[in-house]
């Protein structure tokens, strides 16, 4: 297993600069996201370190060897830089069977055949596929298909493992066990994992720290739960879920316990105070991030408790959605959308109280048209 | 479901690839010197089969005197070009080859769906016995056609009007309707042949989600199938309407008598049938034509530009078969149709004419295997079979190789001069055959004498690797064309080197293109005359020049033996092919 | 006593033919001598492996032990392959069997061809053909009209070329192409000279229907596509026995294409060559030619061929046409066929 470091590196064709100076650095045996909508850079920069596209500037390394370097336009092709891939399409050779297919990281290194069934064999038996060994590839699910790719990343035992969007051709459902078996085949081989998705649940499952991309460039690097909780902008909190952003300007704010910062914001018809990553100055605009889970619906006379925020509204309308029902509140501050539960009483056009506790507020930088 | 998220081109432009080529290897292929050295090769090696030769042609275009003899440089052979005459003679031409290709690709598309997109009952044996008439050597069609569609005793005329009474002929196969049908024997098969694996290959998924989207039958096969195929299809169309320009035979045999006048004839008249031979004539109007054959391929280009036809992805797929019901029988009986009238018709002719002293008199007393005992007895025919096996097998794949090389750098590559070879690989199609046989004879015949090529095997081999060539990259670009890229990127990251993923993915899943542009090659070889002729030297004779000799002696029957072989061949290889294809796809 | 007659001439023929090898001087033998140590002999030739020249090439083969390689190449292809060969530096041939206008042609443009050695053989020539200081005759290839019996009444069997321009044929003639080179040209022009300018003006007015595949016009008349054609070169009717054709030479003789040797320049195998072409005109080798209908080029040889072949061996001949005349006759021929 080895690490991954990429320093300054850029793509551009012509004009368009797909990837702009990205430096991250995949400790070894991290799972590591590489998380974006599409077109934010991120295919390319894991074809970068696949040696499938070339860097135009800066330097990747892998374990510590540098496999490209703009500056010197020093390259090792991708085939001697020790890799698995797995493909958005799985690219499965339809010509061959499932073992020939996963047995050729090994043939094409030449290793013995002994050596190969033995290895093949074990890949198949990692992804419970054994028994489809002889068959040829076209003749798979897609499920199956999934599995021989990443039987055919692992079989060599790969420096590196590179997943370009493997679960996004598969169903919602096999979606989650695909991710959840892969996940645990990763932790038990300590494989250092470099993953791109533009999923942002699955993102979240898997990794053990998420890249937000956005335009070329890293918005945000960190774990699941603080890149979840902590967006550092506007764009990464948008990416997560269905936040309910709110415009405020700042009017005060202090360092409090913990090397915490707090604000206190308001905005059209409320006010309070809020997280935030960074000090302010009083004045500033402010997004106000407050997810649907962390609110919940009071009656029209609740009264906000001390560490609470509150918005006075009427519901719009509700959706239901199994374990929760989105219930819609128009504010003076803008619609809030409110995770509530699924069988509680809620009209359209009945008054309501939304509270949500303070420390679930976080602040970002700008508004909505400066994101 | 696979429904390909892959139709719409990826936003991202396609990298390039870190590619060298054979032994130079992997370090070569990485740097963008490898790059360098690599296109450099393949440039020489074209501009050598391609260029050197045409070069020679173009010289004799603009000199009053062929090469190696005095004269002057002078446009008289260009200005005899641009008169009236010639530009009915190029009209002519043009529009027979036009009113052979269209009907022929129409017909050509039919068959490929048929054969490989629904259940008609024995499709192996149709697809094998479609193909056959293109296999037949066209002077024995010319013949066989003669003796059926003549309008004084033809034998379908004679049938006619043995039925109906009357007395006018049904059909006169020397007229313009006998030079396209003569043609059109020859090009049904050869599109037929080009595009029925790109018909197998294509994912159903690509269909099943235009008639989920509420498309008819119809206008699937009209807005996503057909579409996809176009690097394919007009890659053959395109072909085939070159051959159509350039066919000699066709219109020999039955434009002549009738009047029809096309530039093959009109440049065989300048070379042969005038003395001294116009060669400076010859060779200008063959430049004209090379013109305005490149401008043709040009618009294929611009055409096809910046489209994505990938129709064979990583994720697999099942070749599902259309269930016709009972029209299948509909079907089976049009193949039947196609089968009878192109080949059982003229070569039930030639076999029955094969046991007899002469074609056309059959009678007991005139039943004989004489010409059976001439043809296997003749130390001539062994001979020639020996040389042309030999030249057929190496030359075959070697051209295939060249064309996979080629057509993997013009499709697959950004490499700068990735055009330029694709164009130079054009060239020797542009230009009619009996002109470059000529460009050939001048090109090895004045190389140093420290080059043996001519008068060797070599010339021949050469010659037929040069002749092939744009056949093959058309056959291996279009098969490419529908390859997705992560096929390809997935064995190079997992290991193999260019050369590696070229052979074990590349090649191997663009086999069935492989396979049928070597058998369209190698049988091209065993008929291919106009360069042999010249380039043959004793003791490395031809078949094709055994079978002229044969021709020119009145020995028709004999010709018609060694048709039969061939034929024999033909089905023998064929079938080994589709069993392979067959053991690949029956194993689902 | 024609009988006796034609034994008489035969017997002169056999002297004839005799006469050179009694006078066989030492010289000559160190000819033959030469040629065994050069070994073979490269022939380029237009009989495309014709089985008398063939039957020819293993006689010398087999009498001097001097192997032939023999060059199968049509007209054009020939002279092309001589001239960018010679022009290449490449001088790999030593003769060639070409018809005499080419050997003209080559002499009018160049020196592909050099001045023949003294051939014992050619004394024995017999009128009209005679060796020139660059060409000797070969064979010659006479022409006739070609009859379906089937279709053709006996009374209506042409005898003359003129008979061509009876009404009955018109639209029924198959004739090879007169405009371009070859022996529908050769036979048009030659018979512009024997029946006179109106003959050909007036069968053109028979539209007669023109096809460029000689080896198979016969068979189409044969197969009863049309009852006539011209012209027939003798040799390629004699293999069609059982067919129900027939070769009609006309009283006016038939018009003929000549086969002529040239030595091509600094040819490898010089005395070779020059022993190869004494032993074509053998009267032995002239008589293969003879018996398939050909008329031999030395005296003696008609008189000996197969009863069959003897009216042919033995035909009136009309030419040989002159290179000098052939774009004249070719415009012409263009302006009557248009």
Redesign the interface.
């Given at each position: 297993m080895s690490n991954v470091t990429l320093e300054k590196v850029s793509r551009s064709f012509g004009d368009f600069v797909a990837v702009d100076s990205v430096d991250l650095r995949v400790e070894e045996g991290e799972f590591v996201t590489l998380l974006g909508p599409s077109g934010c850079g991120k295919t390319t920069t894991l074809r970068m370190v696949a040696g499938l596209e070339q860097n135009t500037g800066g330097r990747i390394s892998i374990g510590n060897e540098v496999v490209s370097d703009a500056a010197s336009k020093f390259v090792v092709p991708s085939e001697r830089r020790r890799l698995g891939m797995v493909f958005q399409s799985y690219a499965i050779w339809p010509h061959m069977t499932v073992f020939e297919n996963v047995a050729y990281p090994l043939r094409v290194r030449r290793r013995p055949n002994a050596e190969v069934q033995d290895l093949v064999m074990r890949a198949l038996r990692l992804v419970e596929m054994e028994r489809f060994a002889e068959r040829p590839a076209p003749a798979l699910s897609g499920g199956q298909q999934q599995r021989v790719a990443i039987a055919r990343a692992l079989v060599f035992e790969p420096k590196v493992l590179l997943l370009d969007e493997p679960l996004s051709n598969l169903d919602a459902k096999l979606r989650l066990q695909m991710g959840d078996e892969f996940r645990s085949i990763q932790k038990r081989l300590g494989m250092t994992s470099l993953y791109v998705t533009h999923d942002q649940s699955e993102a979240m499952a898997l990794s053990d720290r998420v890249v937000v991309m956005d335009r070329g460039r890293i918005q945000q690097i960190g774990a699941p739960e603080e890149i979840y909780r902590r967006p550092v902008n506007r764009t990464v909190a948008a990416f997560f879920g269905t936040p309910n952003l709110l415009d405020a300007s700042v009017e005060s704010c202090r360092r409090i316990a913990g090397g915490r910062i707090q604000l206190d914001v308001a905005g059209q018809g409320w006010r309070g105070p809020c997280d935030a990553a960074a000090e302010l100055t009083p004045g500033q605009s402010v997004t106000v991030m407050v997810r649907p889970e962390d609110a919940r619906i009071a009656g029209p006379d609740a009264v906000r408790g001390e560490h609470e925020l509150q918005w006075t509204g009427r519901i719009a309308h509700t959706i239901f959605r199994g374990p929760t029902r989105s219930v819609f509140v128009d504010t003076e501050g803008g619609r809030i959308n409110v995770d509530a539960p699924a069988f509680g009483n809620y009209a359209i056009g009945d008054n309501v109280n939304v509270l949500v506790p303070q420390s679930a507020a976080w602040a970002v930088i700008g508004h909505k048209e400066a994101a | 479901m696979s429904i390909s998220a892959e139709l719409p081109p990826r936003p991202v432009p396609r990298p390039s690839l870190f590619a060298g080529l054979g032994a130079f290897g992997r370090a070569l292929g990485a740097t963008s010197a490898g790059r360098f050295i690599a296109i450099a090769l393949l440039i020489a090696v074209l501009a050598f089969l391609s260029v050197y030769p045409l070069s020679m042609l173009l010289y004799g275009s603009l000199h009053s005197t062929p090469p190696g003899v005095a004269g002057e440089f002078n446009l008289d052979g260009y200005a005899d070009v641009f008169t009236w005459q010639s530009f009915v003679t190029l009209a002519n031409t043009v529009g027979i080859s036009l009113a052979k290709t269209i009907p022929s690709l129409m017909l050509a598309i039919l068959l490929a769906w048929i054969l490989a997109r629904t259940d008609t009952p024995m499709r192996g044996t149709l697809e094998v016995l479609v193909t056959l008439p293109f296999f037949i050597p066209p002077i024995l069609t010319a013949m066989a056609w003669g003796m059926l569609g003549n309008p004084q005793v033809g034998l379908i005329n004679q049938v006619y009007q043995w039925i109906t009474g009357s007395t006018a002929p049904l059909i006169n196969v020397y007229s313009y309707g006998g030079v396209v049908w003569h043609m059109m024997q020859y090009s049904v098969p050869f599109l037929f042949l080009l595009i029925v694996d790109a018909f197998r290959a294509m994912d159903p998924g690509l269909e099943e989600a235009a008639r989920m989207c509420g498309a008819s039958r119809w206008r699937t096969f009209r807005t996503v199938t057909l579409q996809l195929m176009m690097p394919a299809l007009t890659g053959a169309a395109i072909l085939s309407f070159v051959r159509g320009i350039e066919n000699f035979e066709s219109p020999l045999f039955f434009g002549s008598p009738a009047g029809i006048r096309v530039i093959t004839t009109d440049i065989y008249d300048s070379i042969n049938q005038r003395s001294p031979p116009q060669y400076q004539y010859a060779t200008a109007i063959s430049f004209v034509i090379l013109v305005l054959l490149l401008l043709v391929v040009l618009a294929q280009w611009r055409m096809l530009k910046g489209r994505s036809f990938t129709t064979v992805t990583g994720k697999g797929y099942s070749p599902a078969v259309m269930k016709l019901g009972k029209w299948r029988w509909f079907t089976f009986a049009l193949c039947m149709l196609f089968f009878v009238v192109t080949v059982v018709l003229p070569v039930g002719q030639l076999l029955i004419g094969s046991f007899f002293q002469f074609f056309g008199f059959y009678q007991w007393d005139m039943l004989t295997l004489d010409h059976y005992r001439a043809v296997f007895s003749s130390g001539e025919f062994w001979r020639g079979f020996r040389n042309t096996m030999l030249l057929g097998l190496v030359g075959a794949t070697l051209t295939m190789l060249l064309g996979g090389i080629v057509a993997y750098v013009s499709v697959r590559t950004r490499w700068r001069g990735r055009m330029l070879i694709d164009g130079m690989a054009w060239l020797p199609w542009m230009m009619p055959g009996i002109v470059l046989g000529v460009g050939f004879l001048w090109g090895f015949a004045l190389l140093p004498h420290a080059i043996p090529i001519y008068g060797t095997l070599w010339a021949l081999l050469l010659a037929y690797i040069s002749l092939g060539t744009p056949l093959s990259v058309r056959v291996m670009t279009s098969a490419y064309a529908q390859l997705s890229y992560d096929l390809e990127e997935c064995s190079r990251v997992h290991g193999a080197n260019w050369l590696q993923t070229m052979w074990r993915i590349m090649i191997a899943l663009a086999w069935p293109a492989f396979a049928v542009g070597w058998v369209l090659l190698f049988f091209g070889i065993m008929r291919e005359l106009s360069a042999s002729v010249l380039l043959y030297s004793v003791g490395s004779e031809v078949l094709s020049v055994v079978l002229m000799k044969l021709w020119a002696n009145g020995n028709a029957e004999q010709v018609s033996v060694i048709g039969m072989i061939m034929m024999v061949m033909v089905l023998v290889i064929r079938w080994i092919q589709l069993r392979l294809i067959k053991t690949r796809i029956g194993a689902l | 006593m024609l009988k006796s007659l034609g034994r008489i001439a035969a017997l002169l023929g056999l002297i004839a033919a005799a006469a050179p090898a009694s006078a066989q001087d030492a010289s000559w033998q160190q000819v033959v001598d030469a040629a065994k140590k050069e070994g073979k002999v490269?022939v380029y030739n237009m009989a495309?492996?014709?089985?008398y020249f063939t039957a020819v090439l293993k006689s010398f083969e087999a009498k001097y032990g001097i192997s032939v390689?023999?060059?199968?190449?049509?007209?054009?292809?020939l002279?092309?392959?001589i001239?960018?060969?010679?022009?290449?530096?490449?001088y790999?041939g030593d003769l060639e069997i070409v018809t005499t206008?080419m050997i003209e042609?080559q002499l009018a443009?160049?020196d592909y061809v050099q001045k023949l050695p003294q051939i014992p053989n050619a004394a024995n020539l017999r009128p009209p053909f005679r060796a020139t200081e660059h060409s000797i005759p070969a064979y010659v290839q006479s022409m006739g009209i070609l009859i379906n019996t089937r279709m053709v009444k006996d009374e209506d069997v042409p005898t003359s070329w003129a008979d061509l321009n009876n009404p009955k044929w018109t639209g029924k003639i198959l004739s090879d192409?007169m405009?371009?080179?070859?022996s529908g040209n050769t036979m048009f022009a030659l018979l512009q000279h024997t029946m006179g300018a109106e003959f050909n003006e007036k069968l053109a007015a028979q539209k007669p229907?023109?096809?460029?595949?000689m080896?198979?016009d016969?068979?189409?008349v044969?197969?009863?596509?049309?009852p006539i054609y011209i012209p027939q070169v003798f040799a390629?009717a004699s293999?069609?026995k059982?067919?129900p054709v027939k070769v009609v030479i006309p009283k006016e003789g038939a018009p003929f294409a000549e086969m002529d040797f040239a030595l091509l320049k600094n040819a490898p195998h010089p005395n070779a060559a020059r022993l190869f072409i004494q032993h074509f005109l053998e009267a032995d080798s002239q008589l293969l030619y003879a018996n398939a209908w050909m008329s031999p080029v030395v005296n003696g040889v008609a008189e000996r061929a197969n009863a069959d072949a003897q009216p042919f061996a033995k035909a009136k001949l009309i030419g040989p046409a002159k290179?000098a005349e052939?774009?004249a006759m070719?415009s012409l021929a263009k302006k009557l066929y248009p």
């Open positions: - | - | 490269v495309l492996g014709a089985p390689e023999s060059l199968d190449l049509r007209a054009s292809e002279s092309e392959r001239r960018t060969e010679q022009a290449a530096g490449r790999l206008t042609e443009n160049g192409d405009r371009p080179l070859g229907v023109f096809s460029r595949d080896r198979n016969a068979r189409r044969a197969r009863g596509e049309y390629f293999d069609l059982g067919l290179l052939r774009p070719m």
